[in-house]
């Protein structure tokens, strides 16, 4: 499973993407907690949203290992 990382995330984990060869989450709430655990400089954000497919996914969603995952980071502009 591969996700890739925008703005505030790439510079946290240090990457454009995870990989994730065992063990795959197998629901946006799963992959949380997977990343939560596994890359722990996350949890300083207060929020990010996951992407799965190109739309926003909520925590109860399903997702395998050829979906698109995407993590987004709050967003400010003006």
Not at 7 to 16: E, T, Y
Not at 19 to 27: A, E, F, G, M, R
Request: aromatic residues 6%; contains cysteine; negative net charge.
């Amino acid at each position: 499973m591969k996700l890739k990382c925008f703005g505030i995330i790439k510079d946290l984990v240090d990457s454009d993407n995870i990989l994730i060869d065992t063990d795959q989450p197998t629901s946006v709430e799963s992959l949380r907690i997977w990343l939560s655990q596994n890359h722990t400089s996350i949890n300083t954000l207060s929020s990010y949203m996951i992407a799965v497919n190109q739309e926003y996914a909520e925590n109860n969603q399903v997702i395998n290992a050829a979906d698109e995952i995407a993590l987004i980071p709050p967003v400010s502009g003006g």
